[in-house]
C-alpha cells in the first residue's frame, strides 16, 4: 500500500510505503530515485498494526522511481505504483 499525504507550505509531499509484516519474510529496504538507490537508507520498520512501513518526504509534483530489496538481494515491485515497468515502479506526485 502506498499513502501519499498533502502537500505542505514548502512543497513537500510525505509518501508512506507499506508492506505486510511477514510477506516476503525477512528484512526489506525501500530504495528508489530519492535516495539515490541505497540499501540502507529506508529499511521497512515494523508497526503496531502487523504491518510494516518506511516514509519519504520529497517534493510536490515530482515522479518517484522505487523498488523493495529483499532479504538475499530479491528485488520486487509494488502493484499499487501508478506504473511498474522492467526498472521498478514510478509514482507521480
Not at 514548502?10 to 505486510?20: A, E, M, R, S, Y
Not at 535516495?35 to 518517484?64: C, F, I, M, Q, Y
Amino acid at each position: 500500500m502506498i499513502k501519499r499525504g498533502k502537500p505542505t507550505k514548502d512543497g513537500q509531499v510525505k509518501v508512506t510505503f507499506t508492506l505486510p509484516a511477514q510477506e516476503p519474510q525477512g528484512p526489506v529496504s525501500l530504495v528508489g530515485s530519492f535516495d539515490s538507490w541505497e540499501p540502507s537508507a529506508h529499511p521497512l520498520k515494523p508497526r503496531s498494526n502487523g504491518l510494516r512501513s518506511a516514509v519519504v518526504t520529497v517534493p510536490a509534483s515530482s515522479t518517484l522511481h522505487f523498488r523493495y530489496l529483499g532479504e538475499g538481494g530479491v528485488w520486487f515491485d509494488d502493484t499499487d505504483a501508478d506504473e511498474v515497468r522492467h526498472d521498478g515502479g514510478r509514482l507521480h506526485l
